[in-house]
C-alpha cells in the first residue's frame, strides 16, 4: 500500500516526531491513534487528521496507528456510527490490524485511577449544581472561587465517590473534580470535572456503569495506558494540553504522551461540525449522511470521489498551526487530476435536442470507433451506434449566435465526435413557444471519424447520441450545499442554514447516453465528454438504469467567456458548467 508520497516536505508535526525519533524518545517508537468519538459520521476533517495520524505511522519504521472509539458520553453514541466510521476508514485505504481500541473498555482503569487522585488529595466530590459550578468558575478576566465542598476530607470523598458509582445519587446531584487552582489563567485549570453521575445505558457497557468520566479525563489516560508516543489533536485543545499534562504527571503514569495540536480543515460553502451537519441530516435538507453534497466520506464516496483524490487533498493541504478556510476548488481539483487519467470517455446528452441528418440513410446503423481515454490508449477503444436522428445538448445550438460561439448555429459546420462534420440547414420550432425543437443537418459522408480529407477545418466538436440506441437515464447535478463560501457569515440571529443553496440539486431525468452504459456498475465513473466527471450512484440506482451522480464539472471555457463578456471583464472565479 504506497499511501504516503516519501518526497513530502516534513511539516511541524513530522519535525517533532522525526527529533523524537532520532533521540531515541520512547525508544525510538511511534505510536499514533486517532480517536472519534462515535457520535456522527466522518467528514473531510477527520480525514486530513487520518491521513495525518495514520500517516506518520506509515512513515516511520515499526510505527503502528490506533483506532480508538472514544465513547465515553453514551447519550449521543451509536452503534451505526461504529461501523460507518470503520467502513469509511477502510475505504480511504487505512487498515488498523489489530489495533481496535474503545475508551468505554479502560472505565475500569479510569475509575481506578481516579480513586488514586482522591487519595493523594487531587481530587474531591463537589455538590455544587452545573450552574453553580459554572458561576464559581469565573471568567477570562475574573478568577474563580473554591468550591465549599473542596476541602472534603479524602474518607468523605472516597465513600461518595463509591456511592456515587453505586447509583444512589441523580444525576447532576455531585461530580469529582479536579484540585488544581481557581485562580489559573487557564479556565481549563479550575478545579475540572472528572466524572459526572449518568444514569444512561452505554451502547457497550450497557447498564454496568452510571458515572463516565469526561474527555479531559479519559483522553489523556486512554493515550497513556495504549502507549502512544504522539497524541496529534486539533488547536481546539491547545488550552487543554496544560490539563492533560497535569493529570499524567499527578498519576505519575509509565506512559506520558505528547500532545501536539494542528489546525482543522475548513472548506469553503460547506460546514464541518458534526453537530450542523446532524442537523442537515435530521431536518432533511439532505437525504442522510452519504447525500452526495455533504462533505462526509460516505457523501464524497457516494458523490464518486475516489480514496486517492481524498489523500492527495488532504497531503496537498498541508499541516498548519493557524486556522485557515480552504478553498473547495482545491478538493475538485484533485479529484479531477485523478480522474483525468483514469475515468473513461463516454458520450452523454444532457438536455437533449434532435437532430435530423436528412442526406443519411435512414435505417443505416454504423458503428464507430472511438477512443476510452486519449490520456491513456492502453485503456482501448469502444463502438457507438450513429444512425440518421441523433440527440445534441440544447446549449450545442444557437440561432443567432454571438460573437465566438464555435457550436451549431444556421448554415455553420461542426463536427460530431467520432462522426462526421455536420452543418445545420433548418430550424423547428413550436409554433406556442418559440422553442427550438429540431434541427434538420446535412452530413458530409467524406468527413468518417470526424476529419474531413480536404482539410476542411471545423471551429466546433460536439458530443452526440443516435437518438434510436440512447439511454435514457437520471442525471443529478450537484452544485455547492451553500451560497456563501463560509456558511456562517449570517445576518444577525439568523441560522447557518439560511445560506443552503435551493440550487444545489438538479435532477434531469430525461438524459440520453451512449448504450453502452446501460450495464454501468455502482460506483463505476466516467467522464462524460465536455461535461464533467460523473458517477453511478450506489443507492439509486437499479439493474440496467444506472443514475448518474455529478461528481465535478469540466473547466468551461464558454462559460467564462460569457461571463466575462456579461461583466465586461474577465471572471477569476471557479469555472462552473454550462448549466450551473
Ligand atoms: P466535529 O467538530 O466535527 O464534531 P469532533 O472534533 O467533535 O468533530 P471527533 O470525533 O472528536 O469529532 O474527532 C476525531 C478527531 O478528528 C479529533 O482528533 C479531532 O481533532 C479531529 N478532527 C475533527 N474535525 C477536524 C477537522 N475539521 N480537521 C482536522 N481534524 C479534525
Ligand atoms: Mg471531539
Known amino acids: 500500500m504506497t499511501i504516503v508520497d516519501s518526497i513530502r516536505p516534513p511539516d511541524f508535526i513530522r519535525n517533532i516526531v522525526r527529533e523524537d525519533v532520532r533521540a ?19 467528514h473531510i476533517g477527520h480525514a486530513k487528521s487520518i491521513c495525518i495520524n495514520f500517516g506518520i505511522a506509515l512513515e516511520n519504521e515499526g ?60 481530587a474531591y466530590v463537589c455538590s455544587l449544581s452545573t450552574e453553580e459550578i459554572r458561576g464559581y468558575r469565573g471568567t477570562l478576566t475574573e478568577p474563580g472561587k473554591n468550591s ?96 492533560y499534562d497535569w493529570i499524567l504527571n499527578e498519576l505519575n503514569v509509565d506512559c506520558h504522551p505528547q500532545q501536539i495540536e494542528f489546525a482543522r480543515l475548513n472548506l469553503s460553502y460547506t460546514v464541518m461540525s458534526k453537530r450542523k451537519l446532524l442537523e442537515l ?56 487530476e485523478d480522474l483525468n487519467l483514469r475515468a473513461p470517455r463516454v458520450m452523454a446528452v444532457l438536455y437533449p435536442l434532435r437532430v435530423v441528418i436528412d442526406n443519411y440513410p435512414e435505417g443505416r446503423v454504423e458503428e464507430l470507433d472511438a477512443q476510452n481515454n486519449p490520456e491513456d490508449p492502453g485503456m482501448g477503444t469502444r463502438k457507438i451506434p450513429f444512425s440518421r436522428v441523433v440527440y445534441i445538448e440544447q446549449d450545442d445550438f444557437r440561432e443567432n449566435p454571438p460573437k ?35 434541427l434538420h443537418c446535412r452530413y458530409d459522408p467524406a468527413t468518417r471519424g470526424g476529419w474531413s480529407s480536404d482539410g476542411r477545418k471545423v471551429r466546433g466538436t460536439l458530443h452526440w447520441v443516435s437518438a434510436a440506441h440512447a439511454l435514457e437515464a437520471e442525471v443529478r447535478l450537484y452544485d455547492h450545499l451553500f451560497i456563501k463560501a463560509n456558511p456562517y457569515d449570517v445576518k444577525d440571529g439568523s441560522d447557518f442554514k439560511t445560506n443552503l443553496n435551493p440550487n444545489s440539486l438538479e435532477k434531469l431525468t430525461s438524459c440520453r447516453m451512449e448504450p453502452g452504459l446501460a450495464g454501468a456498475r455502482p460506483g463505476s465513473r466516467y467522464q462524460f465528454l465536455r461535461q464533467g466527471y460523473f458517477c453511478v450512484d450506489s443507492v439509486d440506482s437499479r439493474e440496467g438504469a444506472p443514475v448518474f451522480n455529478r461528481i465535478v464539472p469540466l473547466r468551461d471555457s464558454w462559460a467564462k467567456i460569457e461571463k466575462a463578456q456579461e461583466r465586461g471583464s474577465f471572471s477569476p472565479t471557479i469555472p462552473r458548467s454550462l448549466h450551473s
Open 63 to 122: 510505527g503502528i496507528y490506533h483506532l480508538r472509539f472514544d465513547d465515553t458520553n453514551p447519550s449521543k453514541e451509536d452503534i451505526e456510527y461504529i461501523e460507518s466510521i470503520k467502513s469509511d476508514i477502510r475505504w480511504l485505504g487505512f487498515d488498523w490490524g489489530k489495533h481496535l481500541y474503545y475508551a468505554s473498555d479502560y472505565f475500569g482503569k479510569l475509575y481506578q485511577y481516579a480513586v488514586q487522585l482522591i487519595k493523594d488529595g487531587k
Open 148 to 243: 465549599p465542598y473542596r476541602t472534603r476530607s479524602l474518607e468523605e470523598n472516597l465513600d461518595l465517590f463509591e456511592r456515587m458509582r453505586a447509583g444512589e445519587f441523580e444525576d447532576g446531584s455531585h461530580v469529582l473534580r479536579a484540585k488544581i487552582d481557581m485562580t489559573s489563567p487557564n479556565l481549563n485549570m479550575r478545579d475540572p470535572v472528572l466524572y459526572r453521575i449518568r444514569h444512561e445505558s452505554h451502547h457497550r457497557t450497557h447498564d454496568k456503569w452510571c458515572i463516565y468520566p469526561t474527555y479531559d479525563f479519559a483522553h489523556c489516560l486512554s493515550d497513556s495506558i495504549e502507549g502512544i508516543t504522539h497524541s496529534i489533536c486539533t488547536l481546539e485543545f491547545e488550552n487543554n494540553r496544560p490539563l
Open 281 to 336: 441530516v435530521e431536518q432533511g435538507y439532505v437525504s442522510g449522511w452519504d447525500d452526495p453534497r455533504m462533505p462526509t466520506i460516505s457523501g464524497l464516496r457516494r458523490r464518486g470521489y475516489t480514496p486517492e483524490a481524498i489523500r492527495n487533498f488532504c497531503e496537498r493541504i498541508g499541516v498548519a498551526k493557524s486556522n485557515s478556510i480552504v478553498d473547495i476548488a482545491l478538493l475538485e481539483h484533485c479529484i479531477r
Open 404 to 438: 465566438k460561439f464555435f457550436r451549431l448555429a444556421p448554415g455553420c459546420e461542426v463536427r460530431l465526435k467520432h462522426a462526421y462534420y455536420i452543418k445545420c440547414v433548418r430550424v423547428i420550432k413550436d409554433e406556442g413557444t418559440g422553442k427550438v425543437i429540431e
Open 24 to 42: 531515541n524518545k520512547n525508544d525510538g517508537r511511534v505510536v499514533t491513534r486517532f480517536p472519534p468519538e462515535p457520535n456522527g459520521y466522518l
